[in-house]
Protein backbone atom coordinates (compact mmCIF):
# COMPACT_ATOMS: atom_id res chain seq x y z
CA UNK A 1 0.00 0.00 0.00
CA UNK A 2 1.43 3.55 -1.06
CA UNK A 3 2.31 5.83 1.22
CA UNK A 4 -0.87 8.57 2.14
CA UNK A 5 -0.09 11.86 0.91
CA UNK A 6 -1.55 13.84 4.62
CA UNK A 7 1.08 16.64 5.48
CA UNK A 8 1.33 17.84 9.37
CA UNK A 9 4.38 20.13 9.44
CA UNK A 10 6.97 19.10 12.22
CA UNK A 11 5.55 17.14 15.03
CA UNK A 12 7.73 16.05 18.04
CA UNK A 13 9.10 12.94 18.44
CA UNK A 14 11.54 13.01 21.33
CA UNK A 15 14.82 14.61 21.93
CA UNK A 16 18.64 13.59 21.57
CA UNK A 17 19.14 14.12 25.24
CA UNK A 18 17.97 11.66 28.32
CA UNK A 19 15.15 13.66 29.45
CA UNK A 20 12.88 12.95 26.50
CA UNK A 21 10.85 15.83 27.17
CA UNK A 22 9.71 18.28 25.29
CA UNK A 23 10.34 21.84 25.62
CA UNK A 24 8.73 25.15 24.49
CA UNK A 25 9.24 28.65 25.37
CA UNK A 26 6.62 31.90 25.14
CA UNK A 27 8.07 34.27 22.05
CA UNK A 28 6.18 37.25 20.55
CA UNK A 29 3.95 37.62 17.07
CA UNK A 30 4.37 41.10 15.87
CA UNK A 31 0.82 43.00 16.37
CA UNK A 32 -1.07 42.74 12.81
CA UNK A 33 1.48 40.45 11.76
CA UNK A 34 0.51 39.19 8.04
CA UNK A 35 0.75 35.56 7.31
CA UNK A 36 -0.55 32.27 9.22
CA UNK A 37 1.51 30.59 10.86
CA UNK A 38 0.11 27.01 11.52
CA UNK A 39 1.21 24.07 14.30
CA UNK A 40 4.12 22.68 12.59
CA UNK A 41 5.35 25.06 10.92
CA UNK A 42 9.20 26.20 11.45
CA UNK A 43 9.78 29.35 12.43
CA UNK A 44 12.82 32.04 12.60
CA UNK A 45 12.97 34.95 14.74
CA UNK A 46 13.29 38.48 13.53
CA UNK A 47 13.48 42.02 15.22
CA UNK A 48 12.26 39.84 18.28
CA UNK A 49 9.45 38.33 16.91
CA UNK A 50 8.47 34.69 15.23
CA UNK A 51 8.17 34.58 11.61
CA UNK A 52 7.22 31.34 10.03
CA UNK A 53 10.81 30.40 8.30
CA UNK A 54 11.38 30.61 4.53
CA UNK A 55 14.53 28.65 3.26
CA UNK A 56 14.81 30.89 0.73
CA UNK A 57 15.22 34.10 2.93
CA UNK A 58 15.63 32.84 6.29
CA UNK A 59 18.80 30.81 7.63
CA UNK A 60 18.22 29.54 11.12
CA UNK A 61 15.12 28.69 12.20
CA UNK A 62 14.19 28.48 16.36
CA UNK A 63 11.80 26.12 16.55
CA UNK A 64 8.60 24.53 15.73
CA UNK A 65 5.19 26.97 16.13
CA UNK A 66 2.90 24.97 18.81
CA UNK A 67 -0.16 27.27 19.12
CA UNK A 68 -0.38 30.77 20.34
CA UNK A 69 -3.05 32.61 22.38
CA UNK A 70 -3.94 36.61 22.38
CA UNK A 71 -6.95 38.69 23.91
CA UNK A 72 -9.39 38.74 20.81
CA UNK A 73 -9.75 42.31 19.71
CA UNK A 74 -13.19 41.25 18.74
CA UNK A 75 -14.66 39.98 21.58
CA UNK A 76 -11.83 40.59 24.12
CA UNK A 77 -11.63 37.20 25.28
CA UNK A 78 -8.65 34.89 25.72
CA UNK A 79 -7.96 32.88 22.44
CA UNK A 80 -6.26 30.16 22.25
CA UNK A 81 -5.24 28.50 18.54
CA UNK A 82 -3.19 25.89 17.06
CA UNK A 83 -2.35 28.51 14.65
CA UNK A 84 -2.16 32.15 14.11
CA UNK A 85 -4.47 33.49 11.37
CA UNK A 86 -2.34 36.43 10.12
CA UNK A 87 -3.19 40.69 10.93
CA UNK A 88 -4.36 40.03 14.00
CA UNK A 89 -4.37 43.70 15.52
CA UNK A 90 -3.96 43.51 18.57
CA UNK A 91 -5.61 46.11 21.23
CA UNK A 92 -4.95 44.45 24.72
CA UNK A 93 -1.64 42.42 25.81
CA UNK A 94 0.55 40.51 23.17
CA UNK A 95 0.31 37.54 20.98
CA UNK A 96 2.00 34.96 22.77
CA UNK A 97 3.56 31.70 20.61
CA UNK A 98 4.54 28.62 21.63
CA UNK A 99 7.45 27.16 20.06
CA UNK A 100 9.13 24.18 20.46
CA UNK A 101 13.05 25.53 20.19
CA UNK A 102 15.27 22.80 22.05
CA UNK A 103 18.14 22.23 19.37
CA UNK A 104 17.97 19.00 20.36
CA UNK A 105 14.68 17.98 19.70
CA UNK A 106 13.86 15.27 17.14
CA UNK A 107 10.26 15.83 15.11
CA UNK A 108 8.51 13.68 12.20
CA UNK A 109 7.70 15.60 9.10
CA UNK A 110 6.49 14.06 5.50
CA UNK A 111 8.79 14.50 2.58
CA UNK A 112 7.26 15.71 -0.90
CA UNK A 113 8.45 13.05 -2.83
CA UNK A 114 10.52 9.73 -2.09
CA UNK A 115 13.76 9.13 0.47
CA UNK A 116 15.60 6.47 0.33
CA UNK A 117 17.91 4.78 2.93
CA UNK A 118 21.17 6.67 1.24
CA UNK A 119 20.08 9.96 2.22
CA UNK A 120 19.11 9.32 6.17
CA UNK A 121 22.89 11.69 7.34
CA UNK A 122 22.06 14.27 4.76
CA UNK A 123 20.37 17.57 5.17
CA UNK A 124 17.65 18.82 3.67
CA UNK A 125 15.00 22.14 3.19
CA UNK A 126 11.32 22.25 3.87
CA UNK A 127 8.97 23.44 1.56
CA UNK A 128 8.37 27.14 1.53
CA UNK A 129 4.44 25.99 2.52
CA UNK A 130 2.21 28.86 2.94
CA UNK A 131 -1.12 26.64 3.55
CA UNK A 132 -2.66 24.70 6.38
CA UNK A 133 -5.69 23.94 8.05
CA UNK A 134 -7.66 26.46 9.64
CA UNK A 135 -10.12 23.74 11.18
CA UNK A 136 -7.61 21.66 12.79
CA UNK A 137 -4.86 24.20 12.65
CA UNK A 138 -1.90 21.88 10.97
CA UNK A 139 0.51 23.00 8.83
CA UNK A 140 1.25 21.66 5.29
CA UNK A 141 4.84 21.47 5.42
CA UNK A 142 7.09 18.80 4.20
CA UNK A 143 9.94 17.72 3.53
CA UNK A 144 11.63 18.90 0.24
CA UNK A 145 13.01 15.78 -1.15
CA UNK A 146 14.47 17.20 -4.03
CA UNK A 147 17.16 19.57 -1.59
CA UNK A 148 18.75 16.28 -0.29
CA UNK A 149 22.42 16.75 0.33
CA UNK A 150 24.90 17.42 2.22
CA UNK A 151 24.92 20.62 2.41
CA UNK A 152 25.79 22.30 5.66
CA UNK A 153 23.59 24.80 4.96
CA UNK A 154 20.09 23.51 4.55
CA UNK A 155 17.63 23.79 7.57
CA UNK A 156 16.83 19.91 8.51
CA UNK A 157 19.00 16.69 9.18
CA UNK A 158 17.38 13.43 8.14
CA UNK A 159 18.01 11.04 10.98
CA UNK A 160 15.87 7.76 9.98
CA UNK A 161 12.75 6.52 8.43
CA UNK A 162 9.78 7.07 11.12
CA UNK A 163 9.03 2.97 12.10
CA UNK A 164 5.47 2.23 11.44
CA UNK A 165 3.34 0.52 9.80
CA UNK A 166 2.76 1.60 6.22
CA UNK A 167 5.47 4.10 5.88
CA UNK A 168 7.85 3.00 3.28
CA UNK A 169 11.02 3.85 2.11
CA UNK A 170 11.79 4.48 -1.82
CA UNK A 171 8.04 5.99 -2.47
CA UNK A 172 6.55 9.17 -2.41
CA UNK A 173 5.39 10.60 1.48
CA UNK A 174 7.73 8.93 3.55
CA UNK A 175 7.48 10.30 7.05
CA UNK A 176 11.08 10.68 8.20
CA UNK A 177 12.45 11.36 11.50
CA UNK A 178 15.03 14.64 11.21
CA UNK A 179 16.89 17.30 13.81
CA UNK A 180 17.32 20.86 12.88
CA UNK A 181 20.11 21.44 11.50
CA UNK A 182 20.39 25.08 11.39
CA UNK A 183 19.27 26.19 14.52
CA UNK A 184 19.38 29.29 16.18
CA UNK A 185 20.18 27.92 19.68
CA UNK A 186 22.74 25.52 18.30
CA UNK A 187 23.83 24.06 15.43
CA UNK A 188 24.89 26.68 12.76
CA UNK A 189 24.50 23.85 10.46
CA UNK A 190 26.11 20.22 10.10
CA UNK A 191 27.42 18.82 6.85
CA UNK A 192 25.95 15.61 5.92
CA UNK A 193 27.32 12.24 5.80
Not at 22 to 51: C, N, P, R
Not at 91 to 119: K, N, R
Amino acid sequence: MPNANKPFGLRPLGNLSATGAQKQFGYQIADTQAGAIFQGDLVTLKDGYILKFDPATHTAAVGVFNGCNYIDPSSGKPTWKNYYPGSVNITSGTIQADVIDDPSQLFIIQADEDVIQGDFGKNADVTASTTGSTTTGLSNMTLDSSTIANTAALGLKLIGKWDVPGNNLAENYTVVVVKINEHLYGSAGVAGQ
